[in-house]
């Protein structure tokens, strides 16, 4: 399986706004759930947002519920998380995940999800 791939991190002040991009292969794309996750140093992985294979249903941590949004362009077998507003504490390694025919334990757990992106680094000073 071709990894997902992750783009548009960056540094940017307390406030402000970027959009991650995670493209995957054909197959992958239309499967499953594709969820972004992070981890600051230090800390574990923890889940920022999901989304079905339809995007029909999403899930949102508590700490970004509200400040981002997630969202699929079928046509270039993108998964895009939009983030506003952002905070020191959303400084982070994002990663994209996706599922490969492994168990089911809810959007929000690293378990679920066998196939991981190399990371694009967010970084928000204040």
């Known amino acids: 399986q071709v990894q997902p791939a992750e783009s548009g991190g960056g540094s940017v002040q307390a406030g402000g706004s970027l959009r991650l991009s995670c493209v995957t292969s054909e197959d992958i794309y239309g499967r499953d759930w594709i969820a972004w996750f992070r981890q600051a140093p230090g800390r574990e992985r923890e889940a920022v947002a999901g989304?079905?294979?339809?995007?029909?249903?999403?899930y949102y941590a508590d700490s970004v519920q509200g400040r981002s949004s997630i969202s699929r362009y079928n046509v270039a077998r993108t998964v895009y998380l939009q983030l506003d507003n952002l905070k020191p504490e959303d400084t982070a390694m994002y990663y994209c995940?996706?599922?490969?025919?492994?168990?089911?334990?809810?959007?929000?757990?690293?378990?679920?999800?066998?196939?991981w992106g190399q990371g694009t680094q967010v970084t928000v000073s204040s």
């Open positions: 989304i079905n294979t339809f995007g029909t249903s999403k």
């Open positions: 995940a996706a599922r490969d025919d492994g168990p089911w334990f809810g959007p929000a757990s690293v378990r679920s999800y066998q196939l």
